[in-house]
């Protein structure tokens, strides 16, 4: 008997959790998933559906269905994290330590361990401390081996005005260019790109800017 081959109900909206680490879904075909690592410069990796498959099912690799708002949302995401890579360390960081608020801030509102009141914020951010910690340490620990934690443990706690201003700005884009300045790449900042970053940064920028294309 002849079997039908395997295809997953998968898009460019969604996200692939592969390890722990969040890759963007790039292109689906009839026989392959394409997606890109978003948080470095790694090359993009296709699996076949099957492939993918098994990986799901052995626990390896998770499904998050509808991640991005759109696809537009997901193509400027990528290209935002391409921007990244070209700013500074201390934008890099800031805009690190932005996101890990961001993102722990929801992943706690879904499993209904905090809410947006401000009633109960002072119950609720002890442990909302506690976990952005602990991402904070694990991401320094992959992207640098053996990084000074210390420099960003040392900030203080921000408010929860600055902390909501975050979220807002975050669950719609999943773009972290959203917290880095808009003269990043203006000006006197400019000059000190070269001409290969320079051809990076405007194909980056051209998909963030016009991300429908």
């Not at 392959?32 to 470095?40: C, D, N, T």
């Not at 052995?58 to 269905?65: A, E, H």
């Not at 203080?156 to 880095?180: H, L, N, Y």
Request: net charge positive; charged share 25%; aromatic share 8%.
């Amino acid at each position: 008997m002849k079997h039908e081959p395997i295809r997953l109900g998968v898009t460019t909206c969604d996200a692939i959790i592969a390890n722990g680490e969040l890759h963007a879904i790039t292109k689906v075909t009839p026989l392959f998933v394409k997606m890109k690592y978003l948080r470095g410069d790694r090359e993009p990796i296709s699996l076949t559906h099957a492939e993918l498959a098994e990986l799901i099912n052995g626990g390896q690799f998770s499904i998050q269905y509808g991640y991005f708002e759109s696809r537009q949302v997901a193509r400027r995401a990528i290209a935002g994290r391409s921007l990244m890579t070209r700013v500074s360390a201390k934008a890099q960081l800031d805009a690190f330590w932005k996101e890990c608020w961001a993102t722990t801030f929801l992943e706690m509102e879904a499993e209904g361990a905090i809410n947006r009141s401000s009633d109960r914020w002072d119950e609720f951010l002890p442990e909302l401390e506690r976990r952005v910690t602990e991402k904070l340490k694990l991401g320094l620990k992959k992207a640098t081996a053996g990084a000074d934690f210390d420099s960003i443990a040392l900030r203080r706690t921000p408010g929860r005005t600055s902390i909501m201003s975050w979220v807002r700005v975050w669950e719609g884009t999943k773009d972290p260019m959203v917290f880095v300045k808009k003269s990043t790449f203006n000006g006197s900042n400019a000059k000190r790109v070269g001409a290969e970053q320079e051809a990076i940064i405007q194909w980056a920028l051209e998909s963030y800017l016009h991300p429908n294309q």
